[in-house]
């Protein structure tokens, strides 16, 4: 069979002596307009060996040890939760995913309202709560933590870094002969990024297997991209899925998900939605309100809209729309944030805090009734909120 | 993490005229508010990136900021970005100030610009107050600074007049610094008058 | 020579050289104004050395280096441990575990002195008000610190430093003869003395060079008696 990668496997040879058994999967996979192969269906011999720990000396054994001093770093940072049972469940799913690598794996969530996950090569993974947020089942969670894991079995930060060196010593002699300029620059630059999107296409590829081969619906992978992309073209414009965002070294967004749902054919799986829900339901509102703090209101419609569209019931949901409408205070915001918090406390598991938008929103209009029967409502519930004083003057003034 | 913070501090203080001159006695703020100094304070002034607020510091950047803010005019946002918008693509939203914008609003407007780094905000009381002489609101607030880890506390007050908006924020790391110094910004905040 | 003798030869001409500089007035810069020395029965404390070292590779790529950072802690350990004379008869470390419960601290730590060498040393752009004396202080903050140690003063360092690998150096050349100047390595750092019981930051000093070599020892107790050149005496 034609192996059009055959370079990079030599490559990647040179960096990685336990690579060989992935030999199949290049070989098969490096034709993207193919069907996908029967050849790429999970096998026990299809990841690598654990890798032993890098020798000191090595390229690779510098990072492994920078990221070691990271991660102790890391664990002290006030921004990872402390919440176990959460960090077991996500620990747990990388574990899953890896296999014989599980025990080299270890999960720190990361409190960030930002869609975002990475691996290092000494086997630290970050979760962003942004992006816990964002996936709507285990499956997807899976697609995104299966490909970092994908980086991490290709070691494609040494890789990376090997190549940043060769890159910049070259274009440092272009510009000793007066080649360097505009021109010189960009293409030594263009290649920089085109080496990567390679790496991140090949980490789609042993992702999807990681994922199917516990059992996940492929297909999910796709639309973690597909709801992305929704949000990247707010402030990256109508073509953001088709350019690379800035500073990223992803494939374009369309081109990804395309080539996902290729990769992941008709084989059938499971999707994890309650389980996931589950694991993250007590922190789920606490994310919610920090992706409005972000003030970036159109995403965040976006992704509430895509959330509600799910689960028409979903009160943190609804509240949190609600309180983007009543933030943003657009034209037609008014009528929008008044019909979602309306709604919100006519569910059971309602936000306290929706009274208190209610009674903001009322006020604005002069409602002085409503204001002061939602306020009162919110300061009955929520005796202690850090804005009671503010809450009882404006039922004061009220009442007047 | 650390060396980042220096290094763009560095980037952003050291080149091209930032100076950093002591304040005291009578201060004007943009013209339009007057503040009485006691304690000295230090007040920097970025060249290559102008905010719409007067920056003041008693220990460094790094550690404990006071900024001011007098007559920002309506839609003007409270800090502005220092980044570019390639072309084609739209800049984020930055906290915005409105005229006829209620107290808790206004609350929002300092929670999103101390979020804006990734750090963590939380908002532990709001209540009414009179600042510059217009009724208007303060808040406490906590930061946790995404750069180093450091944990901050915060206070801030704001009010309205003529549409314009008036505003002082400090924040200071939580442990020694910001109980030890916030009294040192609510003298200054107390002596605030609108001239105009 | 054995070993172990040539680096005691080593060790004692450092202990003359410091003890040499301590002789002389302190530079004003580096001290707290009104501290001159640590009480005699005071106690030091060592926190972990924060050190990074890094290759620069031909086109200028920091890439780090887990064998020299390595070396170099246990260089710089051995030469700290030479300085024991110097720092006095009681100085404790502190486990890089033990950080993890006093992360605040050495975070809020991280802060003061990133401060303090931007406005007082180096000083890249003063503050008027500290009118130019090194006047910073975490204040009872440190009382943790000093609980869990008993010690009456700790002594931070950090260190990042780069070495020219020998490509980057053979471009270095090359780019020289072209009357271009590429940057070899560099050592920034800085080591600071903080009073547990006050919390005041009462000895500061930076390291800012193209010079020093952390990964040989010989040179590495050369780098830990510039960065603790002028250190405070016990009296």
């Not at chain 1, 409602?367 to 039922?395: C, G, H, M, N, R």
């Not at chain 3, 008869?89 to 401060?115: C, K, M, P, Y």
Request: net charge neutral; proline share 4%.
């Amino acid at each position: 069979m034609k192996t059009p990668g055959l370079t990079r496997r030599s490559a990647l040879r040179w960096g990685c002596g336990h690579c060989l058994g992935m030999a199949g999967l290049f070989g098969a996979a490096s034709a993207l307009a193919q069907p996908a192969d029967a050849s790429l269906a999970p096998t026990s011999n299809a990841l690598p060996d654990r890798f032993g720990r890098p020798s000191l000396d090595s390229d690779e054994g510098g990072l492994w040890a920078m990221m070691d001093r990271e991660e102790t770093r890391l664990r002290r940072s006030p921004f990872v939760l402390r919440d176990k049972a959460l960090t077991q469940y996500v620990q747990d799913l990388a574990c899953r995913l890896g296999g014989d690598h599980c025990p080299d794996i270890r999960v720190h969530v990361v409190r960030t309202p930002l869609f975002n996950a990475n691996m290092a090569p000494n086997g630290m993974m970050q979760v962003w709560t942004g992006l816990l947020l964002r996936v709507e089942n285990e499956a997807q969670l899976a697609a995104v933590l299966g490909h970092e894991i994908g980086h991490y079995l290709e070691r494609h930060s040494t890789e990376r870094l090997r190549d940043a060196k060769s890159r910049m010593a070259f274009a440092q002699f272009m510009g000793l002969f007066g080649a360097v300029g505009a021109l010189g620059q960009l293409g030594v630059l263009a290649g920089s990024f085109a080496f990567s999107r390679d790496h991140e296409t090949r980490a789609d590829r042993l992702g999807m297997q990681l994922m199917q081969r516990s059992g996940y619906d492929g297909r999910q992978a796709a639309q973690v991209w597909e709801n992305l992309l929704g949000e990247l073209k707010v402030t990256g414009g109508e073509d953001a899925g088709k350019r690379s965002p800035m500073m990223a070294t992803h494939p374009p967004v369309e081109t990804r998900r395309a080539d996902l749902l290729q990769l992941a054919g008709t084989t059938p799986g499971r999707l994890g939605e309650d389980e996931f829900l589950k694991a993250t339901s007590t922190h789920r509102l606490d994310w919610m309100l920090d992706e409005v703090k972000r003030g970036q209101y159109e995403e965040s419609l976006l992704l509430f809209d895509r959330m509600l569209a799910k689960r028409a019931n979903d009160a943190q949901a609804l509240f949190s729309r609600g309180e983007v409408y009543r933030l943003r205070a657009g034209p037609d915001d008014f009528a929008k944030s008044l019909a979602d918090l309306n709604e919100t406390v006519r569910l059971e598991s309602a936000p306290l805090q929706a009274h208190r938008s209610l009674g903001l929103l009322h006020k604005q209009r002069s409602d002085a009734v409503a204001a002061t029967q939602a306020f009162e409502k919110y300061l009955s519930v929520a005796p202690d909120a850090p804005d009671a004083t503010l809450i009882k003057t404006y039922i004061s003034g009220l009442t007047l | 993490m650390k060396k980042i913070i220096l290094a763009a501090l560095i980037t952003v203080l050291a080149g091209c005229g930032t100076t950093i001159v002591k304040v005291e006695g009578d201060q004007l703020v943009n013209n339009r508010m007057r503040v009485r100094v006691t304690d000295a304070w230090n007040k920097v002034s970025l060249v290559n990136n102008k905010q719409p607020y007067d920056i003041w510091t008693q220990e460094g950047m790094a550690l404990d900021q006071l900024r001011l803010w007098a007559a920002l005019p309506s839609g003007q946002s409270l800090v502005v970005s220092t980044q570019s918008t390639p072309s084609g693509q739209t800049a984020p939203r930055l906290p915005t100030f409105m005229a006829g914008m209620q107290p808790d609003q206004l609350v929002n407007l300092f929670e999103v610009m101390y979020s804006v780094d990734g750090s963590l905000v939380t908002m532990n009381k709001v209540e009414p107050t009179v600042f510059a002489g217009e009724k208007g609101v303060r808040l406490e607030f906590a930061v946790m600074r995404k750069s180093d880890g450091v944990q901050l506390n915060g206070v801030a007050w704001a009010a309205i007049r003529k549409g314009e908006l008036y505003a002082a924020s400090f924040v200071a790391p939580r442990l020694s610094f910001f109980p030890r110094l916030v009294s040192k910004a609510e003298s200054v905040v107390k002596t605030a008058q609108i001239q105009g | 020579m054995s070993l172990n003798v040539r680096f005691l030869l080593r060790a004692c001409a450092l202990l003359a050289v410091l003890i040499g500089v301590n002789a002389y007035a302190q530079s004003s810069k580096n001290l707290a104004p009104g501290f001159t020395n640590r009480p005699v029965n005071s106690k030091l404390v060592v926190v972990p050395v924060d050190m990074e070292l890094f290759s620069i590779s031909a086109g200028g790529v920091p890439e780090p280096r887990a064998d020299w950072t390595e070396a170099a802690g246990k260089h710089f350990r051995a030469s700290l441990k030479a300085m024991q004379p110097v720092f006095g008869t009681t100085t404790l470390s502190l486990a890089e575990a033990d950080l993890d419960e006093l992360s605040e601290i050495n975070a809020l730590h991280g802060a003061v002195a990133q401060s303090v060498s931007l406005h007082h040393l180096p000083g890249f752009i003063k503050l008027p008000t500290k009118n130019d004396q090194l006047d910073w202080s975490l204040g009872d903050s440190v009382k943790p610190l000093k609980d869990k140690t008993g010690a009456d003063y700790a002594l931070f360092i950090w260190i990042r430093d780069s070495y020219a690998s020998p490509e980057r150096k053979a471009a270095m050349v090359a780019m020289a003869l072209f009357g271009v100047g590429l940057q070899g390595g560099s050592q920034i750092g800085y080591a600071s003395l903080v009073d547990l019981n006050s919390g005041r930051v009462v000895w500061f000093n930076t390291l800012r060079r193209v010079s020093g070599d952390l990964r040989e020892e010989a040179s590495a107790m050369e780098t830990v008696a510039t960065l603790l050149n002028s250190f405070p005496t016990v009296q």
